[in-house]
Every structure is written in structure tokens, then in C-alpha cells.
């Protein structure tokens, strides 16, 4: 299995800062990599597919990089509503394994 | 309005079943791969099982392997999770996810409860 891991697990941060949360996997994953905004008490919304693509609606401030198994996402200009936990999740191959979170919360 | 919605979820005790059901509304929900993906009370997302368009291949976690089955009929734009054996351990918000083959889970229900506790 594909062990993803993410770090750090907590962060806190200003609006207005620029935020990065890494993402590694335990072998080459190519570009099969997504990342999820949970907040509490809803389901996960899909940010970034295939490790930099923006999905549909999803503000320009969040933007992913990589390949291969090390991975990012940024935000900048961190506002209000990004105050969440994120997710990566490879889809390369079953188990199709997420990391364990990272929870942004305000400073 | 594109949704999915999970039913079935409940208490039940340590070597039991349930069976949760997801229905599906304003998507070609039949060229769809569907998951389940799950969430223990303050814990992180698991992916459960998934299941091809056309119900030919179905893939497990190794932990439900051989106690859940997935499956789904295209004609009722349904998903099913058959759950025997559960153990505490199987307790969380089970969520029904549709999923691009290669790519992210993109429509996500909001989540059934199951509760495995004596």
C-alpha cells in the first residue's frame, strides 16, 4: 500500500499569509495526487486533482505542485472561510490512501 | 442540483450488519466509479471500497475485506454498502463518493452514522 503523509499536522496562520502543507508519498505516484478542504461538519471538497489542476470554483489563491512523491499545496492570501483541515489522497492506485490532515487554524 | 445522499447508518452491536444506501440525483451516475469513503469521530478519511461504472470490479481496504460489499444498481442510481461482522473499529461517518477512475473523489453525500458500541 501507498502511505501518504502529510506535514505538518497543524498549523496557524494570519489572514493574509501564505500557507504550505507538504505531502509525501512512500513511492512514485507520478502526478496522481489530490488535495480536500474539510471543514467541520461537512464533507471534503476536492481543491486541486492531479497534483497542480485547480477543480472548478476553487479560488486561484490555492494552487498545487509536484510529482513523483513530494507534493504541495499553497495558499496565499489566507481569508476567513480557508480555516480547515486538508487532505492529500493518491489515486494512483487501491488502497487509494489519504494523508492523515492538516489542520489550518487561525493565529 | 448535482447530490448524493447516504441512508442506513445507525446502532448496531459488535458482530452485527447494516446496510447503507446512497442514492444519486443529476449525474450520469451509471458511467460513474463509486466509493465509500469513511471518518472516525475526530479521526482522519479512510477509503472504504470502490466499485467500476458497470459493477465488473470492486477493490477493499484490507481491514473490511471479506465482511463489506460493495455494490450498486444503475438503474436506481444506488450505491450499497453491506456490512457483516462490524466491529468497533468500523464505527464513523460513511460517506458515498463519486470517483473519476485515476482521479479525486468529486461529489461527496453527507455522511451516514454507524455506531458499533454494546
Known amino acids: 500500500d501507498i502511505q501518504m503523509t502529510q506535514s505538518p499536522s497543524s498549523l496557524s496562520a494570519s489572514v493574509g499569509d501564505r500557507v504550505t502543507i507538504t505531502c509525501r508519498a512512500s513511492q512514485s505516484i507520478s502526478n496522481y495526487l489530490n488535495w480536500y478542504q474539510q471543514k467541520p461538519g461537512k464533507a471534503p471538497k476536492v481543491l486541486i486533482y492531479a497534483a497542480s489542476s485547480l477543480q472548478s470554483g476553487v479560488p486561484s489563491r490555492f494552487s498545487g505542485s509536484g510529482s513523483g512523491t513530494d507534493f504541495t499545496l499553497t495558499i496565499t492570501n489566507l481569508q476567513p472561510e480557508d480555516f480547515a483541515t486538508y487532505y492529500c489522497?493518491?489515486?494512483?492506485?487501491?488502497?487509494?490512501?489519504f494523508g492523515q490532515g492538516t489542520k489550518v487554524e487561525i493565529k | 442540483e448535482v447530490q448524493l445522499v447516504e441512508s442506513g447508518g445507525g446502532l448496531v452491536q459488535p458482530g452485527g450488519s447494516l446496510s447503507l444506501s446512497c442514492a444519486a440525483s443529476a449525474f450520469t451516475f451509471s458511467t460513474y466509479w463509486m466509493s465509500w469513503v469513511r471518518q472516525a469521530p475526530g479521526k482522519g478519511l479512510e477509503w472504504v471500497a470502490n466499485i467500476k461504472a458497470d459493477g465488473s470490479e470492486k477493490n477493499y481496504v484490507d481491514s473490511v475485506k471479506g465482511r463489506f460489499t460493495i455494490s450498486r444498481d444503475n438503474a436506481e442510481n444506488s450505491l450499497y454498502l453491506q456490512m457483516n461482522s462490524l466491529r468497533a473499529e468500523d464505527t464513523a461517518l460513511y460517506y458515498c463518493a463519486s470517483m473519476i477512475f485515476g482521479g479525486p473523489f468529486d461529489i461527496w453525500g453527507q455522511g451516514t452514522m454507524v455506531t458499533v458500541s454494546s
Open positions: 489522497q493518491q489515486s494512483h492506485s487501491a488502497p487509494r490512501t
